[in-house]
């Protein structure tokens, strides 16, 4: 059981990333060209927040199963333990709270221009906390 959730994990990954980078590239897109906020715009940046929000939940349900997760808690020396069983939960816990904040505070604006910007803000730095924190050498 535990192989299959990591493999669907890591495979989940590619397309919640996939989907974050295009929320993102349109939000910068709407706010550059400043054009007019509308449903399919919603869309695509709902489709960010399900697909990371689908792959805290895999990767929650990993965290347990896992000899590298809370398992490994305690053996802060050893690099590849840390990241896996403390760094890369945590700080994607909070790439995804950033991009929850930033879909909670869209609903509140008004503007086309603040909405696009609020997504380009949250969504980008959730992203950028999510890239930084990918256990990169267990993914290739």
Not at 45 to 50: K, Y
Not at 65 to 89: C, Y
């Amino acid at each position: 059981m535990y192989e299959f959730i990591q493999k669907f994990h890591s495979g989940w990954a590619y397309l919640a990333l996939l989907l974050l980078v295009v929320a993102v590239v349109n939000s910068f897109i709407g706010m550059s060209s400043k054009k007019e906020f509308t449903s399919k715009d919603r869309k695509i940046a709902l489709f960010g927040l399900i697909g990371t929000h689908t792959q805290l939940l895999i990767g929650l349900i990993l965290y347990f199963v896992s000899p590298l997760g809370f398992a490994s808690l305690g053996q802060m020396s050893d690099k590849a333990l840390r990241l896996t069983s403390l760094e890369h939960p945590l700080i994607n816990i909070i790439a995804i709270t950033l991009i929850t904040i930033g879909w909670s505070k869209h609903k509140k604006l008004t503007t086309s221009e603040s909405k696009f910007k609020t997504f380009s803000i949250f969504y980008s730095l959730g992203l950028l906390l999510i890239l930084s924190r990918i256990p990169w050498k267990m993914w290739f």
